[in-house]
């Protein structure tokens, strides 16, 4: 049998020059395109490629339709936003071939890396994530949301910056006041918070404040939110933030 190939692109966080050229190539090669909707819809439609796209929440599903592409001969990508490997389809492709057919692992299968909206939204609003970070999907659809906020705490404990994936949205519009609320108790109110949405397109938008002045209604499911640790801050004069790589006071350094 003539087994195709299958491989998980990022495509970027939304402007095309942040797509990387391995992605691209990959692209142009391509029989059959698999993934959510709003993503299959950002590649160029052209003869000879057939588009599969589904809804949001049929992850595994989606990556076993792709992997059976594959076996049967076809050259298959898998797209995601940002980076395949960060809360998106990567994943869920291994997932389907860890409890699928056993023929599937003779498929070959790449990852190709994406910059995702996590390094976007630092780059544009200055270096937050510039010493030790993590990162937390805040959607409760894969896990509780008791759970979500354990890691929160734990990370506030440990001093990390933070950066919050998939904040709030129609179906989830009151956890993230709660995610606030651990904020404002465990860092205090004069954390830096920032919300960076739907980075590097035309409705771009960047908001730095205080977590006091932070409300629920200012994130949504475009917006990447990164809350510094104690040691970020802001440069005055400027809307650069950054976490500074050295922690503690520099010889000269003026308070």
Not at 240 to 250: A, D, Q, S, V
Request: with cysteine.
């Amino acid at each position: 049998m003539n087994r195709g190939s299958l491989n998980i692109v990022g495509l970027g966080p939304g402007k095309d020059n942040l797509l990387t050229q391995e992605a691209k190539d990959v692209l142009l090669k391509a029989t059959d395109i698999v993934g959510y909707k709003t993503y299959v819809r950002r590649v160029e439609i052209r003869p000879g490629l057939t588009l599969h796209a589904s809804d949001n929440r049929v992850e595994v599903e989606r990556a076993t339709h792709a992997l059976d592409l594959a076996h049967k001969g076809a050259h298959v990508v898998v797209v995601s936003s940002g980076d395949p490997g960060v809360f998106a389809m990567a994943s869920a492709v291994f997932e389907a071939l860890e409890y699928g057919k056993p023929e599937w692992k003779q498929i070959g299968i790449s990852v190709l890396p994406g910059i995702t909206a996590m390094l976007a939204a630092s780059a544009r609003l200055g270096a937050p994530l510039g010493h030790d970070f993590c990162a937390i999907n805040l959607s409760d659809n894969l896990k509780p949301f008791s759970v979500i906020e354990r890691r929160v705490e734990l990370a506030l404990e440990a001093d990390f910056a933070m950066a919050f994936y998939n904040p709030r949205s129609k179906s989830r519009p009151n956890q993230f006041g709660r995610i606030l609320e651990i904020l404002r108790e465990r860092a205090g109110e004069d954390r830096l918070i920032s919300f960076a949405r739907a980075v590097s397109t035309k409705e771009e938008r960047l908001t730095t404040v205080p977590v006091r002045e932070a409300t629920a209604e200012m994130a949504d499911m475009r917006t990447m939110v990164i809350v510094g640790s104690s040691q970020t801050r802001s440069i005055d004069g400027t809307s650069f933030i950054y976490t500074p790589r050295f922690l503690g006071k520099r010889e000269g350094q003026v308070e």
